[in-house]
């Protein structure tokens, strides 16, 4: 489930189409090389789209199109399905605790559904309006969006920026309660916490209406106010208090209420862990018009979100995103099916920090900005942080200054190295119509 306005994890957080196949493409090795250039995209990029690869579903020239190869590249890795795998641990031991509830309804695992989905799905089921600014491709990876930059359409097809992109597809199948687990996709900033695809589990279910009553016999706040919705969200509350005893052992926890646009009413859990408030997952009471979209107006119930990296970080002490991804025997060698264990770091190498510096066009977004830094530099650049801003009243132009980190997760990168990822990045960095200083 996401969070609105955005926020690293929203699901529900950080509660997401059309055709629910199970992933057939092959695993990627990712190296610890700088992230190749693509010279023939800048053209492109500029034009709002980029250059058509052959027999990509993710690459196509289409309109709007804004998916580049790093994130090709990323797409069917499915680390949420590998057993020995810090997101895998959590994910079955989420998993087993639904599924030992003394309950006759039962939670079905659903971990393999298309990344490439609609957005009618995404967002139009879930009640998120189009202006919304969840929905710009500043913040979302579209592979076709007739509209372009500015206008966003229920049959636009991107990489799900959220497991809830699957939640009215799953209900429309007549599922009563499930855990959806996938990969998810964001631009977004750059830095140890965030990363462009993550893990979210989604968890739905559905109650029968002659426990909490008929809701198409009542106005809105008749509902909101009726013992059924109050059942509703006490069992929620109840079921997932009892899931963060089970990841973190006896923890204080704090319930807040807040506003997502497909629960109501909704609510965030946190938890008082290593001495500080810690958010973990949102949540909240289906909101009756999602239920409208897919046909279920006499039907009622719960869903949360959560992001895995975000509890597995805390878990496993793993103090950097990108460690998920890595293929480092000295990190996948720590970890195994069913034990949470502390990590151990194996070394670490130096930085090296750059600057650039430029003045902005009126359309500026820096997500797009990250974007190329992303695609020139790969998991080598662990940080690209605003450090200074300024407004030339002469001139009326706004500077910007950012300082890139540079650092590897495996080996101590070469001063050749970090100059030419800095040169191709002031030269990418022109495509955005910045004026380099």
Known sequence: MRRFPRQPMLTLASITLANAHVMTHPPVRMTSTPARHFSSERSALKRGRMAATAESRFITGNVGNNVTPYIENLVGRDLHKNPDQPLGIIKAKIENYFNSLDSDMKFDVVDSLDPLVDAQR??????IPTDHPGRKPSDTYYVTRDGGREVSSAADTLLRTHTSAHQSTLMREGREAFLCTGDVYRRDEIDATHFPVFHQMEGVKLFDPALVGDPTTMTREEWLASPGCELIAADLKKTLEGMCDELFGPVEKRWIDEYFPFTEP?????????????????????????????????????????????????????????????????FTKQFKEGQITTFKPYSKYPPCFKDISFWLPDDFEPNDFFEIGREVCGELVENMSLVDEFTNPKKGKTSHCYRITYRSMDRSLTDEEVNEMQNKLRERATDLGVELR
């Open 122 to 127: 995404c967002f139009d089921d879930l009640l």
């Open 266 to 330: 909704s609510f965030e859990l946190e938890i008082f862990y290593n001495g500080d408030w810690m958010e973990v997952l949102g949540c909240g009471v289906i909101h009756s018009g999602v239920l409208d979209n897919v046909g279920k107006p006499d039907r009622r119930g719960w869903a949360f979100g959560l992001g895995l990296e975000r509890l597995a970080m805390v878990l496993f002490s793993i103090p950097d995103i990108r460690l998920f991804w890595s293929a480092d025997k000295r």
